[in-house]
Every structure is written in structure tokens, then in C-alpha cells.
């Protein structure tokens, strides 16, 4: 890790009470959590903790969400697919469903599924790639938010009007 990255680091976070010269108990030893703070169950509740990401863990989780939603795609494709071996008339009653508005506005999740998985993807190549990536993730992951969203509203737009004009 580089230094200006510790630094940074260590100047955002507050001081221990080892370094106030307090005793820590071995519970608050797990308020944090790789340095970053976390909601204790004292804060939330009896048995839950919350933790407090900063954007890169958001995207880490998107990320994940996003994938496993694009293979469940691919697996009902795989299967509308087939339908072709059940006959004509079971697939285009399959392929009917696609035509209602429900299946059209999943449609325009799965764009974004897949738009947010690519640009996130980019941003996650560069920080692995660029000397400078892991201390600048956070202006990275505000680009992919701003690109994400350059993005998905036209193309969601337009595929929500052709809906409208043309599907039917």
C-alpha cells in the first residue's frame, strides 16, 4: 500500500482509545472492520450489526447482484429457447409473454443489469491495472455511477417508447 494512500488513511480515521491511552474492551475490537467503522448492536438492536461502506463496497455489491441476475437470464433463455423442441405453438406462447408490459420493463432491468456489470467491470480493470487505481477508487466509482447513468436513461427511454409506439 502506498504511503500518500496510508496517510490518507489513518488522517480520516479517528484515534483509538489504546492511542487516548484507554483500555479497549475485546467487544470493540470489532466495531471496525477492516478500518472502517461499524453500527454495533448497541447502536441498532440486540445481534445486528450494519456496515458503513464507502461507494467501492456499494459497487462490489452491485456488481455481485448484477451478475447472478444476467445468469439468471441466461438461464431462462436457455429454456425459452427450448421450447422450440416442444413445438411452433409452445414457443410463440412463450414468446407471447415477452410482449406484455411486465416482461418489457424486465427487459429494461436487464439492460441495466448488464450496462451496470459492464461499466462497473471497467472500473474494477482499471483500479487492478493503474498504479494509481486503489487510491483513486472512489472518483472511479463516481465515473462509472455518472457513465452508468449517461447511459441507461436514454437507452431505458427509448425502449420503454418503442414499447409504447411499435410493441403492442
Do not use: C
Amino acid at each position: 500500500m502506498s504511503e500518500n494512500l496510508r496517510a490518507r488513511r489513518e488522517e480520516h480515521l479517528p484515534a483509538t482509545r489504546e492511542e487516548q491511552g484507554e483500555e479497549e474492551s475485546p467487544a470493540e475490537d470489532d466495531a471496525r472492520v477492516g478500518g472502517a467503522p461499524v453500527i454495533t448492536s448497541s447502536e441498532r438492536g440486540p445481534g445486528v450489526s450494519f456496515y458503513k461502506g464507502r461507494p467501492g463496497l456499494w459497487a462490489y455489491g452491485l456488481h455481485r447482484i448484477t451478475g447472478v441476475a444476467i445468469f439468471l437470464f441466461l438461464l431462462i433463455h436457455i429454456a425459452d429457447v427450448a421450447a422450440v423442441g416442444w413445438g411452433r405453438e409452445a414457443y410463440n406462447t412463450v414468446h407471447k409473454l415477452y410482449e406484455t408490459l411486465f416482461f418489457r420493463l424486465l427487459e429494461v432491468g436487464l439492460f441495466g443489469a448488464l450496462l451496470l456489470h459492464a461499466v462497473n467491470g471497467v472500473r474494477i480493470a482499471i483500479v487492478d491495472f493503474w498504479s494509481e487505481g486503489a487510491e483513486r477508487q472512489d472518483l472511479l466509482t463516481a465515473w462509472a455511477v455518472f457513465v452508468f447513468i449517461a447511459l441507461f436513461v436514454p437507452g431505458a427511454v427509448w425502449m420503454i417508447y418503442n414499447y409504447f409506439a411499435f410493441g403492442r
